[in-house]
């Protein structure tokens, strides 16, 4: 072999030094490429030529050491940085970074997966998020009621900006405020009387079960036709009442259990009389049994105290009953309004009368009145509670009791069930009881408009009337060993045999780590090194080609000793 085994060791060098030439080059030409993992070229030796394997001491004699030429290098691996790129913050909201290990999962349109740290995401038209080459990225979609469960098959992540709408039934309302403790306990309710009614059909005083259309005055003087219009007004705590109608029917009496049949019963719902047992007093419309006359007592409180009760009707027979006051409420008292939202993002009106029931050594003790006009069944009463104080005015005890709003035939969830909260309600002296409603749950109807992506990779959509909801959850792949994915251009990666079976979780889980959104991966190349690296590999080139000339110049004189 001779001198012409140096040449091509000399060959092997330049082979080997241009590989490394060509990936020092990809990692300077990809400095700026968003998640780009920089590169290295391992090199090994040839196969070596033996001309002795040595031997091993004997006697008096030592041992003797192998002898080998060498005969050239080769390119042992190239491997790959995955150490982390430096993170650019951009303010897009949809560009997306990996700090700590993990992979994106996109997927092109066969569905097939690939893997990639380069996070420059958008929004297409059809508001799915992709690459920039359409491949779709991968995750979980809430459910219906947004919740996310990270495991199982991945789906593509729809944004929809501006299509998607949603409203939150009220659940929980918050009050704050004082309620006077100078003031004076509840002890009797509003009542007032009708006139003497007589049953025409038997000369006697009326009943529950007299019909409407047989009811006259003590003159005999009838009140209502059949199909005659009822229309009550009043006042309530100083408050109109909004009106309310009742049309004879065949069936309507004067009493009976039905508001719908029932004038007595309807009186009683159109006022918003609370009749709950736990309530004091004996409020409700009844029958005076010797006159006939209807007699009405209303709950405790100023705030419920029912004054201007009219009972005017229209029709064939226009006749109003003469309503006299002979009982006002009392009870010091405090009134808040405000609005409840259901299912469908209907705004549903919702009062609170707040009334001083017990006033004891331990602690004064207070009962809410709430009714409502969105109520759909006849009443306004929609619930009743207490709330208890201590001696420093502190709340004490709430009665564990709700606000139940009837929304049949809405369309919306029936009933709604809301809990009234009174922690930052207080009990001093003072001029007045005030309590206003600082917070409820509830939302109208509104537009997602804006969206954020966590570090958990949880896509949180923000709508136009305030409510949060999470619309979905990108996925990160994680693998045994990133050594083995191959890259395949574009920024993508697909996993070798030796790279293991991609891991699919959430971020965080199997070692994978967060999301920085707004933000994107820099490369990951040493420009320094580089350039370091891109002087030693000319050296070693130069060295090796300085072999070869040299070689060739023994070769030439060699040649010129037969001349």
């Known amino acids: 072999m001779g001198v012409s085994t140096s040449l091509f060791s000399g060959l092997s060098g330049l082979v080997a030094h241009q590989r490394r030439m060509d990936v020092i080059g990809n990692n300077i030409a990809n400095v700026n490429t968003t998640g780009f993992r920089s590169s290295r070229v391992l090199f090994r030796t040839a196969f070596a030529q033996t001309l002795s394997i040595g031997t091993a001491p004997t006697g008096n004699l030592g041992g003797v050491n192998p002898i080998q030429i060498g005969l050239g290098v080769s390119v042992g691996t190239t491997s790959t940085n995955f150490g982390q790129g430096s993170i650019e913050t951009t303010g897009v909201p949809s560009d997306l970074a990996v700090s700590g290990n993990g992979f994106f999962v996109v997927r092109d349109g066969t569905g097939r997966p690939y893997y990639t740290r380069d996070g420059s995401f958008s929004l297409g038209a059809d508001q799915i998020l992709t690459n920039s080459k ?274 049949a035939d809405t369309g919306s969830v029936t009933p709604m069930a809301i809990r009234p909260d009174f922690a930052q309600v207080t009990q001093l002296a003072a001029n007045d009881s005030e309590v206003a409603l600082t917070l409820q749950d509830g939302a109208p109807e509104g537009t997602l408009n804006e969206y954020a992506i966590g570090g958990n990779g949880i896509v949180t959509g923000i709508f136009t009337n305030g409510l949060v909801a999470n619309l979905a959850q990108i996925a990160l792949a994680s693998f045994s060993n990133n050594q083995g994915l191959y890259a395949l251009g574009n920024n993508l990666y697909s996993p070798g045999p030796n790279a293991g079976t991609p891991q699919i979780g959430a971020p965080g889980s199997f070692g994978s780590g967060t999301l920085v959104s707004g933000a994107l991966e820099q490369s990951n190349v040493d420009l320094a090194n580089e350039f370091v690296n891109l002087i030693v590999t000319q050296t070693g080139y130069t060295a090796n080609s300085r072999v070869i000339s040299t070689s060739n110049d023994m070769l030439v004189e060699l040649l010129n000793t037969i001349r």
């Not at 006002?328 to 405000?338: I, N």
């Open 134 to 407: 359409g491949m779709i990225v991968q995750g979980w979609t809430a459910n219906e009621d947004f919740e996310i469960s990270p495991s199982g098959a991945t789906d593509g992540i729809t944004i929809p900006l501006g299509s998607m709408r949603l409203a939150k039934a009220t659940q929980n309302v918050f009050m704050t405020g004082n309620l006077n403790s100078s003031g004076d306990a509840g002890t009797q309710g509003s009542i007032l009387g009708s006139q003497a009614l007589i049953d025409s059909s038997t000369g006697l005083a009326a009943t529950a079960g007299t019909l409407l259309t047989n009811l006259t005055d003590a003159g005999g003087v009838p009140f209502y036709a059949l199909d005659d219009v009822i229309t009550l007004d009043a006042a309530k705590g100083g408050r109109d009442i909004e009106p309310a109608t009742f049309t004879v029917a065949a069936g309507s009496t004067l009493g009976g259990a039905d508001p719908t049949t029932s004038l007595a019963e309807w009186i009683e719902a159109s006022l918003g009389i609370n009749t709950s047992a736990a309530v004091p007093g004996a409020p409700g419309v009844t029958l005076d049994a010797g006159t006939g006359a209807l007699a009405i007592e209303g709950n405790y409180g100023t705030a419920n105290d029912i004054t201007d009760l009219v009972l005017s009707s229209s029709g064939a027979i226009s006749r109003p009953f003469d309503m006299t006051k002979s009982q006002s409420a009392d009870g010091e008292s405090g009134y808040t309004p405000f609005a409840v939202y259901d299912s469908l993002g209907n705004e549903v009106e919702v009062s609170v009368a707040f009334v001083c029931e017990d006033k004891a050594d331990g602690g004064n003790t207070w009962r809410w009145y709430a009714e409502s006009t969105g109520d759909s069944d006849v009443s306004r009463v929609v619930g009743t509670g207490t709330i208890t104080f201590d001696t420093e005015g502190a709340l004490q005890s709430t009665s564990d009791d709700q606000i139940i709003v009837d929304r």
